[in-house]
């Protein structure tokens, strides 16, 4: 079984950034090698309203590809990391 540790992090007396809207409202879980798979880390978000967002954490094989690092053989720092796929439908009308 994994263990969901919660985490926050810890404010500087003087912020280098804004605090996002996630760092300020959700509270985050990390969640290890999810079903056994070694590196297939996610993160948990939880509201304070109950609803839950599940990530993958940023050394999630998937994301580490689309980041263009190790086996996708692209290059660190394409802004398009190979997605070619568009997304289309309907859109709401202005009435």
Known sequence: ANLALAW??????????????????????????????????QVVLKHPNGLCVVCLAPGHPMCLAARGVGESGGR???????????????RKRDE
């Open 8 to 41: 926050r992090a810890s404010a500087p007396s003087m912020a280098s950034r804004p605090t996002t809207t996630v760092e300020r409202t959700y509270v985050a879980y990390y969640v290890p090698s999810v079903q056994g798979a070694q590196g297939h880390d």
């Open 76 to 90: 660190a720092g394409d802004t398009d990391a190979g997605c070619t796929e568009t997304t289309g439908g309907k």
